[in-house]
């Protein structure tokens, strides 16, 4: 029992290792140039009214304090003063100066993000929202994937931004990753834009942000920022047709003669699903069901046969296969690289 | 603080406020007019969008003589409220009456209307956005104006069997005012979809 | 309600059945009893909906929880969400409105009583409409059960192909009915102030109350009529085949967003308002001195009463609308907050120079303006359309607008009822349970909903049933939810108080609080007539002017 323990510590460990450095997702530790620009937005806009919040506060608790009720008031009432005109301005004429600056703040910013022209060295990646996973395509490359976006570092010098261009097949989703850029959503006829330009490599995390159905809250995001180098060699595999591995024939004709053909496709075979994410080069993602489980033969053998054990609600159907072609069909993904 | 004598001032020499079924009736309006507003919207909105079927200009023909029939009704709406108001029961009832029979035409021709385009042009409410949108704009106006002739027709009877008389024309225009409201709406509809939509 | 017991010796009165006095309750007009029927209904869905939050938070203990599943979690924080805004929000403002205003401004009922019940019955029966939905949606594939689509209920999701069976039909007509009630109410409301008024109240000298329940009634006119038209819109998409927000036929699923904010963001104004009446009114009679600035206050809410209306889609920075829509927006936002913030400092001014007294009722207005500051100063920032693409949609949203609709709204509510229960009921409510409750809720509220904005800039989305570990969300989910049970023993609390005092409470007298208004004139509870005769008023205080002849506040105004 033990020696298990030990491999699974182990495994988990070198898996760790292996990976990237992985960021959180909080709004203050942006990465690029859309999240900074909001990050030292809000910190002016925290600045300002964390200052009307100070001197409002202090009021309201030297008021309380000063002008509290004592017991030998009964009876006695303080002078009845109906109003000041000229108190009413200054608190009236303040607040609007306040609120033209931080519009004007704002604004700034806003153009900055939405209306950033797309230089020509810009990679583009169409997002489709789907329930409840990301497909990402990267029309100039000719590279289908899903769920783990990978984008090129960005050079402040040289930039290489990464444009997204987002899209719905069927409800309303989110795309966030907060260390990346402000949300964007994906709706259906309603195409959107949004760009991102990560200064450092590492993963980035996120998660779908409008509630789309059942299983939002497993619609997770992975983008995987790497160098130039790592990002060419990730391209260049993606390009490669599908293995074609003769120890899984048996596996691949159990995914060809059952139903997932008809959801998923395997580049240069005959399953050409597009309901389902495309899984040509599987094995090159870390997680299954967009995010929700480790990609390893166990989960994928228990996604396969019960979805609803991992992801309850989701859209793939429990496949009814038995142990054998189960097996099977998951040697057959495992040779998916 | 018992019942003693009144403890407070004097009243003022005149106290005069709106009547209450006329402001009343003035709130349903602004509610009212906010709904159409928004279907309205759609509509404008849809305007040229449709994916498919029939458009506006292939299909929609200008009502022009059952519109002049609605408005018509405004006016002989306007006239039967001041006959009632000046104890003419008699020129009143005969107007209201022509009022339910104009509105009832109205109603003719938005059924024909809606038989042709169905029957001969195929156009429902789930073919299209058009279709979607017309037949929601038209239609909820058009429920309007039958309850509003139900209305009518309720004070009609009354009126038959001798029980409107001058007191209650105040009740009277307040319902003149709803028509009012339906036949205004009308002039939007009538706008939106057979001068601007097509 | 009136229970005017006389003891005659040697005759024996029989009780009133209790059949009877249901009857009487049932077939009310009343505004006395309809008010205190909508608030008890309102009272009753703060415990179903709190419940329901009670649950939310249980699941959200922990990351990976499995307390309820999914599509439980869906229905609750849909049924969470519409619940309290529509069922308690709504009809216990309402409820104060029906009893307050004919009282406060001199007059025997509102303008139209039977209109009144007949637009209590329609809200009432919208409520047992949605909650009829756990028992009666059952359609095709078992697919029914209460509704899941959120409270805002976005298309698509909405459309049949994603709502299959009958859940959220129960959603759109629930609403769409209970839409109706209110529109009647609001209407009530107008006519009864402009149309009702004693002799002498012109109308810059009534009540604050009035005034702003007059701008919240013209609000719910203009603003509920929007999501009844798009609740027709949506009935006819997905039963006559019609495509409002069909997007594969070329509708658009953000024309339903416009339309629902275009009432939804009004609506959360429709519900502080008449928070804001309740500060105007019990603040002064606290710190012993009229209100400060009374005409600025009444232009401030007409202000805000129309702003509120061109902000919407601040609800929508998320949804990729141009930058000029979102700098539009942003300005329209931030502008509402200057009339919102003059009112506040309003209410500061009537407390300075004055002598507070800590009475529950007080209490509850202190904890008001401390959070109604901080959810103002955190919708500037949601406001702020860049920094909002990171804070929408996220829990920071939902810390800010619990702070608005708990802190305010809820506050506000548990002000207005400590203060005006004496009227009510005849009786005072028990000052050191009253005093248990404040300093628990306070604790609870500000232990849940202050640190809530934590996990929202941390990047914690809303509406999800469960959460990745590690993110930094743990401990403070945690932590929240704690606060939420403490807020849950507090209502209890105020509970055990409302019944305890209904029966053992300190008798109230007329004036308890030795206040202004005219309802302070009456009996507690007043008879079903209201007044002996319709009073005439000189000043915005008719009490003062009799308490005090020597120093009219008639002389000043």
Same mark, same amino acid.
């Given at each position: 029992?033990?020696?298990?323990?030990?491999?699974?510590?182990?495994?988990?460990?070198?898996? $760790?290792?292996?990976?990237?450095?992985?960021?959180?997702?909080?709004?203050?530790?942006? $990465?690029?140039?859309?999240?900074? #620009?909001?990050?030292?937005?809000?910190?002016?806009?925290?600045?300002?009214?964390?200052? !009307?919040?100070?001197?409002?506060?202090?009021? #309201?608790?030297?008021?309380?304090?000063?002008?509290?009720?004592?017991?030998?008031?009964?009876?006695?009432?303080?002078?009845?003063?109906?109003?000041?005109?000229?108190?009413?301005?200054?608190?009236?004429?303040?607040?609007?100066?306040?609120?033209?600056? #931080?519009?004007?703040?704002?604004?700034?910013?806003?153009?900055?993000?939405?209306?950033?022209?797309?230089?020509?060295?810009?990679?583009?990646?169409?997002?489709?929202?789907?329930?409840?996973?990301?497909?990402?395509?990267?029309?100039?490359?000719?590279?289908?994937?899903?769920?783990?976006?990978?984008?090129?570092?960005?050079?402040?010098?040289?930039?290489?931004?990464?444009?997204?261009?987002?899209?719905?097949?069927?409800?309303?989703?989110?795309?966030?990753?907060?260390?990346?850029?402000?949300?964007?959503?994906?709706?259906?006829?309603?195409?959107?834009?949004?760009?991102?330009?990560?200064?450092?490599?590492? !993963?980035?995390?996120?998660?779908?942000?409008?509630?789309?159905?059942?299983?939002?809250?497993? %619609?997770? #995001?992975?983008?995987?920022?790497?160098?130039?180098?790592?990002?060419?060699?990730?391209?260049?595999?993606?390009?490669?047709?599908?293995?074609?591995?003769?120890?899984?024939?048996?596996?691949?004709?159990?995914?060809?003669?059952?139903?997932? %053909?008809?959801?998923?496709?395997?580049? $240069?075979?005959?399953?050409?699903?597009?309901?389902?994410?495309?899984?040509?080069?599987?094995?090159?993602?870390?997680? !299954?069901?967009?995010?929700?489980?480790?990609?390893?033969?166990?989960?994928?053998?228990?996604?396969?046969?019960?979805?609803? $054990?991992?992801?309850?609600?989701?859209?793939?159907?429990?496949?009814?296969?038995?142990?054998?072609?189960?097996?099977?069909?998951?040697?057959?993904?495992?040779?998916?690289? | 603080?018992?019942?003693?004598?009144?403890?407070?001032?004097?009243?003022?020499?005149?106290?005069?406020?709106?009547?209450?079924?006329?402001?009343?009736?003035?709130? @349903?309006?602004?509610?009212?007019?906010?709904?159409?507003?928004?279907?309205?919207?759609?509509?404008?909105?849809?305007?040229?969008?449709?994916?498919?079927?029939?458009?506006?200009?292939?299909?929609?023909?200008?009502?022009?003589?059952?519109?002049?029939?609605?408005?018509?009704?405004?006016?002989?709406?306007?006239?039967?409220?001041?006959?009632?108001?000046?104890?003419?029961?008699?020129?009143?009832?005969?107007?209201?009456?022509?009022?339910?029979?104009?509105?009832?035409?109205?109603?003719?021709?938005?059924?024909?209307?809606?038989?042709?385009?169905?029957?001969?042009?195929?156009?429902?409410?789930?073919?299209?956005?058009?279709?979607?949108?017309?037949?929601?704009?038209?239609?909820?106006?058009?429920?309007?104006?039958?309850?509003?002739?139900?209305?009518?027709?309720?004070?009609?009877?009354?009126?038959?069997?001798?029980?409107?008389?001058?007191?209650?024309?105040?009740?009277?225009?307040?319902?003149?005012?709803?028509?009012?409201?339906?036949?205004?709406?009308?002039?939007?509809?009538?706008?939106?979809?057979?001068? @601007?939509?097509? | 309600?009136?229970?005017?017991?006389?003891?005659?010796?040697?005759?024996?009165?029989?009780?009133?059945?209790?059949?009877?006095?249901?009857?009487?309750?049932?077939?009310?007009?009343?505004?006395?009893?309809?008010?205190?029927?909508?608030?008890?209904?309102?009272?009753?869905?703060?415990?179903?909906?709190?419940?329901?939050?009670?649950?939310?938070?249980?699941?959200?203990?922990?990351?990976?929880?499995?307390?309820?599943?999914?599509?439980?979690?869906?229905?609750?924080?849909?049924?969470?969400?519409?619940?309290?805004?529509?069922?308690?929000?709504?009809?216990?403002?309402?409820?104060?409105?029906?009893?307050?205003?004919?009282?406060?401004?001199?007059?025997?009922?509102?303008?139209?009583?039977?209109?009144?019940?007949?637009?209590?019955?329609?809200?009432?029966?919208?409520?047992?409409?949605?909650?009829?939905?756990?028992?009666?949606?059952?359609?095709?594939?078992?697919?029914?059960?209460?509704?899941?689509?959120?409270?805002?209920? =976005?298309?698509?999701?909405?459309?049949?192909?994603?709502?299959?069976?009958?859940?959220?039909? =129960?959603?759109?007509?629930?609403?769409?009915?209970?839409?109706?009630?209110?529109?009647?109410?609001?209407?009530?409301?107008?006519?009864?102030?402009?149309?009702?008024?004693?002799?002498?109240?012109?109308?810059?000298?009534?009540?604050?109350?009035?005034?702003?329940?007059?701008?919240?009634?013209?609000?719910?006119?203009?603003?509920?009529?929007?999501?009844?038209?798009?609740?027709?819109?949506?009935?006819?998409?997905?039963?006559?085949?019609?495509?409002?927000?069909?997007?594969?036929?070329?509708?658009?699923? +953000?024309?339903?967003?416009?339309?629902?904010?275009?009432?939804?963001?009004?609506? +959360?104004?429709?519900?502080?308002?008449?928070?804001?009446?309740?500060?105007?009114?019990?603040?002064?009679?606290?710190?012993?001195?009229?209100?400060?600035?009374?005409?600025?206050?009444?232009?401030?809410?007409?202000?805000?009463?129309?702003?509120?209306?061109?902000?919407?889609?601040?609800?929508?920075?998320?949804?990729?609308?141009?930058? =000029?829509?979102?700098?539009?927006?942003?300005?329209?936002?931030?502008?509402?907050?200057?009339?919102?913030?003059?009112?506040?400092?309003?209410?500061?001014?009537?407390?300075?120079?004055?002598?507070?007294?800590?009475?529950?009722?007080?209490?509850?207005?202190?904890?008001?303006? &401390?959070?109604?500051?901080?959810?103002?100063?955190?919708?500037?920032?949601?406001?702020?359309?860049?920094?909002?693409?990171?804070?929408?949609?996220?829990?920071?949203?939902?810390?800010?607008?619990?702070?608005?609709?708990?802190?305010?709204?809820?506050?506000?509510?548990?002000?207005?009822?400590?203060?005006?229960?004496?009227?009510?009921?005849?009786?005072?409510?028990?000052?050191?349970?009253?005093?248990?409750?404040?300093?628990?809720?306070?604790?609870? &509220?500000?232990?849940?909903?202050?640190?809530?904005?934590?996990?929202?800039?941390?990047?914690?989305?809303?509406?999800?049933?469960?959460?990745?570990?590690?993110?930094?969300?743990?401990?403070?989910?945690?932590?929240?939810?704690?606060?939420?049970?403490?807020?849950?023993?507090?209502?209890?609390?105020?509970?055990?108080?409302?019944?305890?005092?209904?029966?053992?409470?300190?008798?109230?007298?007329?004036?308890?609080?030795?206040?202004?208004?005219?309802?302070?004139?009456?009996?507690?509870?007043?008879?079903?007539?209201?007044?002996?005769?319709?009073?005439?008023?000189?000043?915005?205080?008719?009490?003062?002017?009799?308490?005090?002849?020597?120093?009219?506040?008639?002389?000043?105004?």
């Amino acid at each position: 029992m033990w020696q298990i323990v030990i491999v699974a510590f182990l495994s988990t460990a070198a898996f $760790a290792a292996a990976s990237e450095p992985t960021n959180g997702t909080n709004i203050f530790a942006p $990465a690029s140039t859309p999240a900074k #620009l909001v990050a030292h937005l809000s910190g002016f806009v925290l600045a300002i009214t964390g200052i !009307i919040f100070v001197v409002v506060f202090t009021l #309201l608790v030297y008021s309380v304090i000063k002008f509290r009720g004592r017991a030998g008031d009964a009876g006695r009432e303080p002078p009845q003063v109906y109003g000041s005109t000229q108190i009413e301005l200054a608190w009236t004429i303040i607040p609007i100066l306040i609120v033209v600056v #931080l519009f004007l703040a704002t604004a700034r910013v806003i153009h900055a993000v939405q209306d950033a022209p797309q230089p020509p060295g810009a990679l583009e990646v169409t997002a489709i929202g789907h329930q409840y996973w990301w497909e990402f395509r990267y029309p100039k490359l000719g590279v289908v994937t899903a769920n783990e976006l990978h984008i090129p570092v960005s050079d402040p010098a040289n930039p290489t931004p990464t444009f997204l261009t987002l899209l719905s097949a069927d409800t309303d989703h989110s795309f966030w990753v907060p260390e990346l850029a402000g949300k964007t959503d994906l709706i259906p006829n309603h195409p959107n834009r949004m760009w991102m330009d990560p200064q450092r490599t590492g !993963i980035f995390l996120g998660q779908c942000a409008q509630y789309c159905g059942v299983q939002h809250a497993k %619609m997770l #995001l992975r983008v995987s920022v790497d160098s130039p180098e790592d990002f060419a060699a990730w391209v260049r595999g993606q390009q490669q047709p599908a293995v074609q591995d003769a120890s899984a024939a048996a596996g691949r004709r159990v995914f060809e003669s059952n139903a997932c %053909m008809n959801c998923h496709a395997v580049g $240069a075979t005959p399953a050409n699903g597009r309901f389902g994410p495309d899984l040509t080069h599987l094995m090159s993602r870390v997680t !299954i069901a967009s995010g929700a489980a480790k990609n390893t033969p166990e989960n994928l053998r228990l996604w396969i046969q019960n979805p609803n $054990a991992i992801k309850p609600g989701s859209l793939m159907p429990a496949m009814q296969l038995d142990d054998g072609d189960l097996d099977a069909v998951v040697s057959y993904m495992e040779t998916l690289r | 603080m018992s019942a003693m004598a009144n403890p407070f001032p004097l009243a003022p020499a005149t106290w005069r406020l709106p009547d209450r079924g006329k402001v009343a009736m003035a709130g @349903l309006i602004v509610a009212e007019s906010a709904i159409f507003t928004i279907f309205v919207v759609a509509y404008l909105f849809y305007v040229g969008k449709s994916l498919t079927g029939p458009t506006p200009r292939e299909v929609l023909e200008t009502p022009i003589f059952y519109t002049i029939c609605l408005l018509s009704s405004s006016l002989t709406i306007h006239f039967a409220a001041k006959s009632l108001a000046r104890d003419r029961v008699g020129a009143f009832l005969g107007l209201w009456v022509l009022t339910i029979v104009l509105g009832g035409t109205f109603m003719y021709g938005t059924g024909q209307e809606w038989h042709r385009l169905i029957y001969e042009h195929g156009l429902t409410i789930s073919t299209n956005l058009f279709g979607t949108t017309y037949y929601s704009l038209v239609g909820l106006h058009a429920f309007h104006v039958t309850a509003g002739l139900v209305m009518l027709l309720i004070v009609a009877i009354l009126g038959a069997a001798g029980r409107v008389g001058v007191e209650q024309s105040r009740r009277v225009e307040v319902l003149s005012m709803y028509w009012h409201f339906v036949d205004a709406v009308w002039v939007v509809v009538f706008t939106v979809v057979y001068v @601007l939509g097509r | 309600m009136s229970s005017n017991a006389i003891t005659i010796p040697g005759v024996q009165i029989n009780e009133k059945p209790w059949v009877d006095t249901l009857h009487e309750w049932v077939t009310t007009v009343d505004h006395k009893r309809l008010g205190v029927l909508y608030i008890l209904y309102a009272l009753l869905f703060l415990v179903i909906a709190g419940v329901e939050a009670l649950i939310i938070r249980i699941q959200l203990m922990f990351p990976h929880n499995h307390f309820v599943s999914p599509e439980v979690f869906n229905r609750l924080f849909t049924m969470h969400g519409t619940t309290m805004v529509f069922f308690m929000g709504m009809p216990i403002l309402f409820g104060f409105a029906n009893y307050l205003v004919p009282l406060m401004i001199g007059a025997r009922d509102m303008a139209f009583p039977r209109l009144n019940a007949f637009s209590f019955w329609l809200s009432a029966l919208g409520g047992f409409l949605l909650y009829f939905s756990l028992v009666g949606a059952n359609g095709l594939y078992g697919a029914g059960n209460a509704p899941d689509v959120g409270w805002w209920a =976005y298309a698509p999701l909405t459309a049949r192909a994603f709502s299959p069976g009958h859940s959220t039909d =129960y959603w759109t007509l629930a609403l769409l009915v209970s839409g109706f009630g209110s529109i009647g109410t609001a209407i009530n409301i107008i006519a009864t102030i402009l149309c009702m008024r004693c002799p002498g109240m012109r109308l810059n000298r009534m009540p604050l109350l009035a005034w702003l329940n007059l701008v919240m009634a013209g609000m719910v006119l203009i603003a509920v009529s929007p999501l009844t038209a798009a609740q027709m819109m949506l009935l006819i998409d997905r039963y006559l085949g019609g495509h409002f927000f069909d997007t594969q036929a070329g509708g658009s699923a +953000v024309l339903w967003m416009h339309f629902f904010w275009i009432f939804g963001h009004p609506e +959360v104004y429709v519900l502080i308002i008449p928070c804001f009446a309740f500060m105007s009114e019990i603040i002064p009679v606290f710190s012993r001195k009229p209100i400060f600035g009374y005409p600025v206050m009444v232009a401030a809410t007409v202000c805000i009463g129309f702003v509120s209306m061109s902000v919407w889609a601040h609800h929508m920075f998320s949804v990729g609308m141009n930058s =000029y829509a979102n700098s539009f927006f942003t300005i329209t936002t931030m502008a509402v907050g200057v009339p919102t913030g003059i009112k506040i400092f309003n209410w500061l001014g009537t407390m300075w120079g004055g002598r507070i007294q800590f009475k529950v009722p007080m209490l509850f207005c202190i904890a008001f303006l &401390f959070q109604f500051l901080i959810a103002g100063l955190t919708g500037v920032m949601l406001g702020s359309a860049a920094f909002a693409s990171q804070l929408t949609l996220s829990y920071f949203v939902v810390a800010h607008f619990h702070y608005t609709l708990v802190g305010g709204v809820v506050f506000g509510v548990f002000a207005a009822i400590y203060y005006w229960y004496p009227k009510i009921t005849g009786r005072m409510l028990n000052e050191t349970l009253g005093k248990w409750h404040f300093w628990l809720f306070v604790i609870g &509220f500000h232990l849940t909903f202050d640190l809530m904005h934590i996990p929202g800039l941390l990047g914690m989305p809303r509406r999800i049933y469960t959460y990745e570990p590690g993110r930094g969300w743990d401990t403070l989910n945690l932590l929240i939810s704690v606060g939420g049970f403490i807020q849950a023993i507090a209502v209890v609390i105020f509970v055990a108080n409302l019944v305890i005092s209904y029966f053992k409470g300190k008798k109230a007298g007329n004036d308890p609080w030795d206040a202004w208004t005219l309802e302070w004139s009456t009996s507690s509870p007043p008879p079903a007539y209201n007044f002996a005769s319709i009073p005439v008023v000189a000043s915005r205080r008719p009490l003062w002017d009799l308490k005090h002849p020597e120093d009219p506040d008639s002389r000043y105004e």
